[in-house]
């Protein structure tokens, strides 16, 4: 037998680790290659048939496309990097993981177990790699022996997924994965953070003897799959659902009783008790949305159930365990809302949107052109900011934001991921010429993978946010926002995109309506648009002091 023959029936730790992400239900990672990981690229190379490896041009990419995956489908999503510059470049992906709420488990490489940490300059040596990880994951699972690879591995896809689903690292140092392994271990459930049934009850009595019961709704509630138990809620209180830009899909634009957060400006201040679930219910300055309202929160995280909200009422529970038994646990209903009030408030909402012009065009203009249950990945550019509380989202999982951490250039890689993690439908990223010059290399990771992902930019020619900014505080100066681009239509091209111009909404509409079995690049020249800001999120626009 040959050498190369033996090391390939060798079962190494990267074999046992590769076994369990398959026995834990994993069928696809996203990843770049690199030196401290050639043992577990092989084992994956030798899985070929039940695990899908997606290399990436930048560790970034490979995070936002395993938060894509993740927040796309309700399934883990996988990465795996090397240690130091690796993890590094994947730190602003994991960051966008962890604020909303996607499970996501980073396979983080590590030094040998020897010298982690013993600052001997070796390759991609960085001081306390773990407690960086710590920064952007509920938990790092660090294995120092082989015997534990399986069980780290088991434990942190689960933990993913148990309480709040957030993203786990396990890191795994170089020397184990080229060492013997051994076998996989049972998987084991996600761990539901259940109600109790005293606390259910007193926030079910404060919502029924409410006239004016309003329930807040954010990426909790998606995350969950609490989407029928808040619908049920919903249709027994007869409250208003309002949804935050994290928690569009919770509940059917069509469904009588929802709103965006637009809507929620007329509902909120009108309240006598708000349910705020799967959400800390906060404006961008950290200040409550309620305010002096009677609060009930139920949240999953026991860190989001007290300050700075004083609420009535803490119940820790998943969303979907939480809202059932409230619902079941209602008693009779004083609500003195009707389905009248929504529609009249969705109206005006309409209305206050169609007055900003052009840009409320490309915003139907992506709706009209995409299946209801197709996934828009909104951007950090100004039609994605609109698109928070003007495009019409009908199903869980088919809108997906930056979350709080507000990473510039999210938007590509996390599409690509999505359209992975969803072959059956079409996923949309909207980017500015910014934001979309960030994760362009990944364009080539859609093209070699057969990702038929269709990424539209809107040009404006700078960071046209920053740059309205800049010209309404400071006199009219700008420094560093505009920018030099390509003709992005033929860059596309040149990277082996199907690629065109829309000159208009209609075009837009019609480009999205064809099938496409190949990753596309839609280029949309733009002028300035009226600023969105005032009708997204309350402050978010407003001057620095």
Avoid at 212 to 221: A, D, E, F, M, W
Avoid at 493 to 508: C, M
Wanted: proline share 6%; with cysteine.
């Amino acid at each position: 037998m040959s050498d190369s023959s033996t090391k390939t029936d060798t079962k190494t730790g990267a074999d046992t680790v590769a076994d369990q992400l398959t026995d834990g239900g994993v069928d696809t990672i996203f990843g770049v290659p690199g030196v401290q990981l050639d043992f577990f690229v092989d084992a994956v190379a030798r899985r070929a048939d039940r695990l899908r490896y997606v290399s990436c041009r930048h560790e970034q990419g490979a995070a936002h496309m395993a938060d894509g995956y993740a927040r796309a489908t309700g399934r883990t999503g996988v990465f795996a990097v090397v240690p130091g510059p690796g993890v590094l470049n994947a730190m602003t992906g994991l960051a966008t993981a962890y604020s909303t709420s996607s499970p996501v488990l980073a396979i983080a490489a590590n030094l040998p177990a020897w010298a982690i940490d013993g600052g001997l300059g070796l390759l991609h040596e960085i001081s306390a790699q773990e407690d960086v990880l710590r920064s952007a994951t509920k938990a790092v699972l660090p294995v120092r022996d082989g015997d534990d690879l399986a069980a780290a591995v088991r434990d942190g896809l689960a933990a993913t997924r148990d309480g709040r689903s957030q993203p786990v690292a396990v890191s795994i140092p170089e020397n184990l994965l080229k060492e013997a392994g051994g076998a996989t271990v049972p998987t084991r459930p996600q761990r539901l953070v259940r109600p109790d049934q005293d606390t259910v009850a007193k926030a079910a009595q404060l919502l029924a003897n409410a006239e004016r019961p309003v329930v807040l709704t954010g990426g909790g509630v998606v995350a969950a799959g609490a989407s029928e138990a808040l619908g049920e809620l919903a249709t027994k209180l007869h409250a208003p659902v309002v949804t935050t830009a994290n928690g569009r899909g919770a509940l059917s634009d069509r469904h009588p009783w929802t709103l965006t957060s637009l809507g929620g400006r007329e509902v909120l201040p009108d309240a006598d008790v708000v349910l705020i679930v799967g959400s800390r219910g906060l404006r961008m300055d950290g200040t409550p949305l309620v305010g002096d309202t009677t609060t009930i929160l139920l949240n999953a995280d026991e860190t989001d159930l007290g300050a700075p909200h004083k609420p009535a009422v803490a119940l820790h529970s998943d969303a979907r365990l939480g809202l059932t038994a409230l619902a079941d646990d209602l008693p009779a209903v004083r609500s003195q809302w009707t389905t009248d009030d929504v529609d009249a408030i969705r109206t005006r909402c309409a209305t206050a949107i169609t007055a900003l012009g052009e840009i409320t065009d490309w915003v139907r203009a992506l709706r009209d052109g995409m299946a209801e249950d197709d996934v828009l990945v909104g951007e950090l550019t100004q039609v994605g900011y609109l698109s928070r509380v003007a495009f019409p989202v009908y199903a869980p999982r088919t809108f997906l934001s930056p979350g709080y951490q507000g990473a510039l250039g999210y938007g590509l890689p996390t599409a690509v991921g999505a359209q992975v993690g969803r072959p059956d439908v079409q996923v949309v990223s909207i980017s500015g010429d910014g934001g979309f010059a960030y994760g362009m290399a990944e364009l080539l990771t859609a093209v070699a993978n057969h990702v038929p992902a269709t990424f539209v930019v809107f040009n404006d020619g700078a960071f046209g946010n920053v740059l309205r900014t800049q010209v309404e505080q400071f006199d009219g100066r700008t420094l560093g926002t505009n920018l030099h681009n390509p003709n992005f239509a033929d860059l596309g091209r040149l990277f082996g995109l199907d690629s065109a111009t829309a000159t208009s909404p209609g075009q837009l509409t019609g480009l999205l309506r064809e099938a496409a079995d190949r990753p596309r690049l839609v280029e949309v020249p733009v002028g300035v648009f009226p600023d969105p800001g005032p009708l997204v999120r309350e402050g978010s626009h407003a001057p620095q002091k």
